[in-house]
């Protein structure tokens, strides 16, 4: 039997300077194309920027609450004001105020309550300027005079006052005392008998003058009673 040996350059090229041939070109392996790189991050930061974000988002919602609060503070501040004003305006005025407002009298005081308690047979002084109860008697506007048993208490002029008059209508202004003390004052040693509902115009003699309207509005036991007063200053 014949063997037959092949020759050992049957994959080689022809010509002097061929070079050694892969004698399997089907298993040559192809070059790896070299890719470029994109960006790159490390896998360790991603949880801290991840934590970054959410810290962010908290403070900006915290800043939203915070302005939030402070535009329903400040409404509700302005909406309190407006309430406030209207209800001021709403107030009731009484009719002495509201004719003072119209013949140019400035309010000195309106609605002061004043209480006067002594004992029986004592003597108590009230300033209408400030207004004060229990005040000194040279600048007092009124004497308290208290009585024992049945007698009433009687109020007369003070060293402080010009001249008054009782009226029966409480609806006056300072206008309207002027006229009363004129047409009918209380003459030198005159009284007034403290019962609830008299009402009295004293003119006092402080610069500014003032213009008062006193009401009495209770009287209790030994010497015990409740006034109010209104004030206008008088222009000279």
């Known amino acids: ?34 890719v470029p790189d994109g960006p790159t991050v490390r896998i360790d930061d991603r949880p801290s920027r991840f934590r970054d974000r959410i810290a962010w988002l908290g403070m900006l919602i915290a800043v939203f609450a915070l302005i939030t609060s402070s535009i329903a503070a400040l409404s509700a501040w302005q909406a309190m004001k407006v309430a406030r004003m209207v209800a ?20 000195s005081y309106a609605q002061e309550p004043l209480r006067v308690q002594v004992g029986c047979a004592a003597v108590l ?26 007698d009433v208490p009687r109020l007369t002029l003070g060293p402080g006052a010009v001249a008054g008059a009782q009226v029966k209508d409480l609806d006056l202004d300072a206008a309207g005392c002027a006229r009363a003390i004129r047409n009918s004052p209380i003459g ?21 003058a003032a213009m008062t309207l006193l009401e009495v509005t209770e009287v209790g036991r030994t010497g015990t009673a409740g006034l109010r007063a209104t004030s206008w200053k008088v222009a000279g």
């Open 88 to 107: 001021v305006a709403r107030a009731p005025v009484s009719h002495a105020e509201q004719e003072s407002r119209t013949t140019g009298f400035a309010v």
């Open 125 to 150: 002084f009230v300033d209408l300027d400030e207004p004060r109860a229990n005040a000194d008697e040279k600048v007092s506007d009124l004497r308290y005079d208290s009585r024992c048993g049945t």
């Open 1 to 34: 039997m014949s063997v037959f040996r092949a020759a050992n350059n049957i994959n080689r090229p022809p010509g002097p300077n061929a070079g050694p041939r892969d004698p399997y070109p089907i298993n040559r392996q192809r070059e790896e194309e070299e």
């Open 188 to 208: 030198p040693g005159g009284s007034v008998e403290v019962r609830k509902g008299a009402v009295l115009c004293v003119l006092t003699a402080a610069q500014p």
